[in-house]
C-alpha cells in the first residue's frame, strides 16, 4: 500500500525499497498497530502461581508480545542467539498477521517475578478454513489425512517457546 502525503520526509522501506513517496509496508504498519495494543492492560488470568513464576491465560491481547518472544527465542535456540537480523522485525509482523488468522486463540503465559514473559503457548480450536502452519510449512493437509474429517474437531498447539535454556525452565518446574 503507497500513500501520497505532502509535507512528510520520504523514507526507504527496508523490505520493497521504495524510495519515491512516502510506503507504509503493510507489515510493519500492522506491527505498529498490535504495538500499541502493548500499552492496553493485560487481559491475562492467573491459574497458577508460585515463588519464581506465574502461569496465565490470555486472549489474542498479548499476540504481539508472544510474536515478539516467539521470533527471538528462536533466534536464541536456533540461530545462535544472533537476534540483530535484519528481518526480526519482519519476521515478528509475520508471525503477528499469521496469529491474527485464528478465531479465538488461547494463549497460556510463564511470567517470572518481573513479570517478564519466559515461556508461552497457544491453542486454539481449528475452524477448518484458516491455514494451518502444517500446511504451509509441510505441505499436510489434516482434513485430507484423517477419513471423515468432518466428524471431528480439531485443535490447534503451537506458539511454543522457551526463554533461554530448557534445563533452567525445568529446574524451576520441578
Known amino acids: 500500500m503507497t500513500i501520497k502525503a505532502k509535507n512528510f520526509n520520504t523514507q526507504k522501506c527496508n523490505s520493497c525499497q521504495n524510495f519515491k513517496e512516502i510506503h507504509f509496508c503493510v507489515k510493519r504498519f500492522y506491527l505498529s498497530i498490535l504495538n500499541l495494543q502493548k500499552n492496553q492492560s493485560r487481559m491475562e488470568k492467573v491459574i497458577y502461581k508460585n515463588e519464581d513464576f506465574v502461569i496465565s491465560e490470555s486472549d489474542w491481547t498479548c499476540a504481539s508480545e ?17 537476534s540483530a537480523s535484519m528481518h526480526l522485525q519482519d519476521e515478528i509482523a509475520e508471525v503477528c498477521l499469521e496469529e491474527k488468522n485464528y478465531d479465538s486463540p488461547r494463549y497460556y503465559l510463564a511470567r517470572d517475578n518481573h513479570g517478564e514473559l519466559i515461556g508461552c503457548i497457544r491453542v486454539f480450536h481449528w475452524n477448518k478454513r484458516c491455514t494451518l502452519p502444517v500446511e504451509s510449512v509441510c505441505h499436510v493437509n489434516p482434513l485430507m489425512q484423517i477419513e471423515n474429517s468432518n466428524s471431528y474437531s480439531f485443535w490447534h498447539v503451537g506458539r511454543f517457546a522457551i526463554k533461554g535454556k530448557v534445563e533452567h525452565f525445568y529446574h524451576i518446574l520441578v
Open 66 to 82: 508472544v510474536a515478539e518472544f516467539i521470533v527471538r527465542q528462536n533466534y536464541v535456540h536456533h540461530q545462535d542467539g544472533d
